[in-house]
């Protein structure tokens, strides 16, 4: 019995089975935590996983459910998580990984309990949300995509919620909040850190860090242009600030490995691998 | 002038718990479902809706009937897909059916399945609509306690299943190939076109995927009949829709009218028009992907085909108003930033031209500018149009460009501007 033959005929396996016949470490392989607390998360919701997976006429589209449903309860997608969605849709770790980066809901890092995400598009703009985004940012103390050092809020400016009658508006927690106010910000906040706020808190397993995103919304997206900040001068061919894009690159050390210079250069700071090399 | 306002899928709406079955049914729901199934033919069905000239609610105003018309018969399996990832900055209709009427979208949805001889719908909800999913989830499961989604429905052969999923937060998402893309598992990317949908869809087969509102409205047309619909409003795009007005209006909200009613009477006369003491600087008649028209347009027939000939589109009938207190470049700066973040990188058009002229306004608004830039805007508006997969990367500019050329001067403004950080 492996976990090949499982994948294939559909069948997914208890965590004790799996267990038994691979090893834990087969099918979690990035274990975070001491102890069973996922496996017994697992078996715990393997009732739910099973009907969530046999909606669907293929496996795969399951993905995104599953996802949901183990942030649900761990409050992120944990590494365990993940391989454990790959091993339930029959795909590659990596593949699943690949798929849930791709949307904004799902977390691949801890939180806080509270996600609070302002809407920053266009009819909550002209209602003043730039203004109600100010304060909140200031009362919370912290900046877009940040989590509060104690965990407990993490703040985010997303975009258009499908609710611009009732601009400004926000989600905590997905649930909708319409016509902020300075009043109601004050008064949500206040709520919340009395632990008293009417929306419940989203499970925390794992202290979360200062910032949730993995390298999204950096404003960064092609690489050829980092730290270019006009778009005339881009740095393309026959434009004289090719140079200054040349300077850039050469003196960025994620570029470095591109090019055989970096290997004189490591041979000479390092003469073992020079040595290896013979 | 109230008469303007023509509730169907809205009636009810604050007044009855339309999420109640019984309440949906006592209404007249559900019956068109076992008429459908139990007296009319797929065949029936579909020409009732062909008769209606029913044109997609979503954005695009595709002919249903035809859409439908487009799946070979080539005896595979076929997909009715709803479309519920409603993102368009400044829709809601979709939130607002959804969350007050699911019954309605589940009847439409399976009289549209059954049309079109599918036995295996979906419904695609947006991630952010957690509360509507789960509303969509306990409608669902009163359908099937009453018989109205399972095997052998009304004592036929005929076998529905419907099922719901929810996203996780993509505008692109709500573009078809995107949807199905996500749907079946993947990163929410827009495949290449052709083969289209209606050939090579979901899981490879035929698939139809339509708006919440177009679905909406077949439980009505099959009630009142194709003339009912298609007699209202101009020939070419007929019938009744749900119109999102938000920005500076005194009542925001959804209005139902009668396609053919002008712009100007959905701004004044249903909501309540501009803040005392304002003027009219413009109107997003389509949503955040649509140009802005202006004063001489207001007179405009607000249908499929005038809207365009204006120059802008109906898009998802969302309009943004806005008074002489707009700044034409943060407004152009919030949509543009919208796009810029939700282009799913496939194409570089879209994924550089949106980023490039994300970082101009920023330039523009931190008081950095240089005067070529307007001209830069410009031009690099008009070199992303047409050169996508999908409708994204055409979405960017209309608006930006209209504005542009219209207020100049607001954009140049800024550019004389000493140093001053904006908020972003």
């Known amino acids: 019995m492996t976990t090949q033959s499982d994948a294939a005929t559909g069948v997914h396996p208890g965590p004790d089975a799996v267990a038994a016949a691979i090893g834990p470490a087969d099918w979690s392989p990035h274990v975070q935590r001491a102890g069973n607390a996922f496996d017994a998360l697992y078996a715990q919701l393997l009732p739910q996983i099973e009907p969530m997976i046999a909606q669907y006429e293929q496996k795969r589209s399951a993905l995104i459910p599953l996802a949901h449903l183990f942030q649900e309860h761990e409050g992120y997608v944990s590494a365990d998580a993940l391989a454990v969605i790959a091993h339930l849709v029959g795909e590659t770790p990596a593949t699943v990984e690949s798929t849930i980066s791709f949307y904004t809901l799902l977390f691949r890092r801890p939180v806080g309990k509270y996600m609070i995400q302002i809407c920053r598009n266009l009819s909550c703009m002209l209602n003043g949300a730039e203004e109600i985004m100010a304060y909140a940012r200031e009362q919370i103390g912290v900046q877009h995509h940040e989590t509060t050092a104690d965990g407990l809020m993490s703040y985010e400016e997303v975009e258009c919620l499908a609710a611009c009658d009732r601009a400004p508006c926000a989600q905590v927690n997905l649930e909708f909040v319409y016509d902020l106010t300075r009043e109601s910000v004050d008064a949500m906040l206040a709520a919340i850190r009395a632990g008293s706020y009417a929306i419940a808190p989203l499970p925390q397993t794992v202290r979360p860090g200062r910032s949730w995103k993995v390298a999204q919304d950096t404003g960064l997206k092609s690489a050829g242009a980092l730290g270019v900040s006009n778009p005339n001068n881009a740095g393309g061919v026959g434009d004289a600030s090719g140079l200054v894009m040349f300077d850039l690159i050469v003196g960025r050390p994620q570029y470095e490995t591109r090019s055989n210079e970096r290997l004189v250069h490591e041979t000479a700071l390092r003469p073992e691998l020079a040595e290896a090399d013979h | ?424």
């Open chain 2, 1 to 424: 002038m109230p008469e303007l306002i023509t509730p169907i899928l809205t009636k009810g709406i604050g007044e009855l718990n339309l999420r109640d079955l019984a309440v949906y049914a006592a209404q007249g729901g559900y019956e068109q479902l076992r008429r459908a199934i139990a007296e009319l033919s797929p065949k029936a069905v579909s020409d009732i809706c062909n008769g209606s000239n029913l044109r997609g609610r979503g954005g695009a105003g595709f002919p249903t009937g035809r859409k439908w018309s487009f799946l070979p018969n080539n005896g595979h399996p076929r997909y009715l897909v709803c479309n519920c990832d409603e993102a368009e900055p400044g829709t809601f209709k979709d939130h607002m059916l959804l969350e007050q009427t699911p019954h309605q979208i589940i009847e439409g949805m399976l009289i549209g399945a059954y049309a079109i001889g599918c036995t295996h719908a979906y419904i695609y909800i947006r991630g952010e609509f957690k509360r509507g999913y789960e509303i969509m989830r306990d409608a669902v499961r009163q359908a099937r306690d009453a018989g109205f989604i399972g095997e052998k429905l009304f004592g036929t052969d005929t076998n529905l299943e419907l099922t719901i999923h929810r996203g996780a937060g993509a505008y692109i998402c709500g573009e078809e190939t995107g949807l199905l893309n996500s749907l079946e598992g993947k990163r929410g990317e827009p495949r290449l076109k052709p083969p289209f949908p209606a050939v090579k869809g979901l899981y490879g087969e035929p698939t139809v995927v339509n708006n919440v509102e177009t679905l909406a409205y077949l439980p009505y047309i099959m009630r009142n009949g194709s003339e009912w619909f298609a007699k209202v409003g101009p020939e070419r795009s007929p019938g009744y829709k749900v119109v999102s007005i938000s920005g500076h209006v005194v009542k925001p909200g959804n209005y139902e009218v009668a396609l053919g009613i002008t712009i100007r009477q959905l701004i004044y006369d249903c909501a309540g028009g501009l803040r005392p003491g304002r003027t009219f600087m413009g109107v997003q008649p389509g949503g955040g992907s649509s140009a802005c028209l202006f004063e001489e347009h207001l007179d405009v027939s607000y249908d499929f085909d005038s809207v365009t000939k204006a120059g802008s589109m109906l898009g998802s009938g969302a309009m943004v108003v806005f008074d002489d207190t707009t700044d034409f470049v943060k407004a152009s700066y919030a949509l543009i930033r919208f796009f810029s973040h939700e282009s799913c990188g496939q194409c570089t058009p879209c994924r550089e031209g949106g980023h490039w002229l994300q970082r101009t306004l920023e330039r523009i608004l931190d008081g950095r500018g240089v005067d070529s830039d307007v001209d830069v805007i410009k031009s690099a508006a008009h070199q992303l149009t047409g050169l996508n997969l999908c409708a994204l990367g055409d979405s960017i500019e209309p608006f930006l460009a209209s504005v542009i050329t219209r207020y100049e001067d607001q954009f140049r403004a800024y550019i004389k501007r000493p140093a001053q950080r904006v908020a972003v």
